[in-house]
């Protein structure tokens, strides 16, 4: 059975404190799934939980590398005389809040020193890659896709500068994995999403665990959205909306991991644009009325003969090459 989590004030000093005694909890024997669910719905409540429990947490991963480096009769002493690790990390939270007060301009100046480079990853037209992390984590970049990476011990994270991207985390409570879109962050709860970044906005979607959307920059509730499996948020001209899609939806869309394009009563106008983005050859649909034709079927996303025969032969229309153009017209 779940510890009853206690309801504490949101001032620093509160947070710290619960910070430190979560982290001493979850080094005990008897830690349980009940208490890693607890653990993650208090970090999900706000960012200003996550920053203190990293922070802690960094903190007293660096002083048992510290322990680890000292000779062996000088470990031995720290051993016979233990200092209770609650009341360490209680110190600990004290002396991070006390250290936070000095500003953030120094605090950007220590990290923009410790923060390792950048790592950047991009696919071309048509191109597919799949990236995967020392920490089990993978990430299936689609056509057209840039990402640049800061995957370290202390913190995991991404950056999606453009495109579209299949995200499989291997989730780790204290040091989640954050994707920043543009003005926008999504955090990983032990998680298997799709996050599409476009001209007009950006469209998450969550098959399996939990994600967390929210901004930066922005507290209104409005813009924030803890999304779960099945539901997908879409973001444009700075308005959030939340619908659910099924499994077979999600599945398929994500059939251009495979190379593939899966239509379901979809107009010629989208698969004309979901081809485009895979094919120096555009195609363009001749006519208004044309456009709105629908059209079923799955089909090779290089493969453009294989759909142009089809709308030939099924839907009777005609296709015509003009250069780096195929033009479809009744």
């Known amino acids: 059975m779940s510890r009853a989590e206690p309801k504490i004030p949101l001032g620093a000093d509160a947070i710290n404190a619960r910070a430190a005694a979560w982290l001493e909890r979850s080094d005990r024997e008897d830690w349980s799934e009940s208490d890693e669910a607890a653990l993650e719905a208090w970090l999900t409540?706000?960012?200003?939980?996550?920053?203190?429990?990293?922070?802690?947490?960094?903190?007293?991963?660096?002083?048992?590398r510290l322990a680890a480096l000292r000779?062996?009769?000088?470990?031995?002493?720290?051993?016979?005389?233990?200092?209770?690790?609650?009341?360490?990390?209680?110190?600990?939270?004290?002396?991070?809040?006390?250290?936070?007060?000095?500003?953030?301009?120094?605090?950007?100046?220590?990290?923009?020193?410790?923060?390792?480079?950048?790592?950047?990853?991009?696919?071309?037209?048509?191109?597919?890659?799949?990236?995967?992390?020392?920490d089990g984590t993978k990430i299936d970049l689609n056509t057209n896709t840039a990402i640049r990476t800061r995957m370290t011990t202390q913190e995991r994270l991404i950056w999606l500068d453009g495109g579209e991207a299949y995200f499989q985390v291997r989730h780790d409570p204290a040091h989640p994995l954050v994707v920043m879109i543009g003005d926008r962050r999504v955090t990983d709860l032990g998680t298997q999403f799709l996050v599409q970044?476009?001209?007009?906005?950006?469209?998450?979607?969550?098959?399996?665990?939990?994600?967390?959307?929210?901004?930066?920059?922005?507290?209104?509730?409005?813009?924030?959205?803890?999304?779960?499996?099945?539901?997908?948020?879409?973001?444009?001209?700075?308005?959030?909306?939340?619908?659910?899609?099924?499994?077979?939806?999600?599945?398929?869309?994500?059939?251009?991991?495979?190379?593939?394009?899966?239509?379901?009563?979809?107009?010629?106008?989208?698969?004309?644009?979901q081809f485009n983005r895979y094919n120096q050859q555009q195609l363009v649909v001749g006519d208004a009325k044309t456009a709105k034709l629908a059209i079923d079927g799955t089909f090779p996303a290089r493969d453009l003969a294989a759909f142009t025969n089809i709308v030939q032969d099924i839907l009777h229309l005609h296709v015509t090459k003009r250069g780096n153009t195929t033009v479809i017209t009744r």
């Not at 409540?45 to 048992?64: D, N, P």
């Not at 390792?116 to 696919?123: G, Q």
């Not at 099945?230 to 398929?252: E, F, I, N, W, Y």
């Open 71 to 134: 000779s062996a009769p000088a470990v031995r002493a720290v051993v016979d005389a233990p200092r209770p690790k609650r009341h360490f990390l209680m110190g600990l939270a004290a002396a991070l809040a006390f250290v936070a007060i000095l500003g953030a301009s120094a605090t950007w100046i220590f990290l923009r020193q410790a923060n390792p480079p950048e790592r950047t990853y991009a696919t071309g037209l048509g191109g597919l890659e799949t990236v995967a992390f020392a």
């Open 197 to 273: 970044r476009g001209p007009h906005g950006l469209e998450v979607a969550v098959l399996q665990g939990r994600v967390w959307l929210d901004s930066p920059d922005r507290q209104a509730s409005s813009q924030t959205s803890l999304l779960t499996p099945g539901q997908v948020a879409t973001v444009a001209a700075d308005r959030m909306s939340v619908t659910t899609k099924t499994a077979p939806q999600l599945t398929d869309e994500l059939a251009w991991r495979h190379g593939m394009l899966v239509f379901h009563r979809t107009t010629l106008a989208e698969a004309a644009a």
């Open 45 to 64: 409540e706000s960012m200003a939980h996550r920053t203190a429990y990293w922070r802690l947490e960094a903190a007293w991963r660096r002083t048992e």
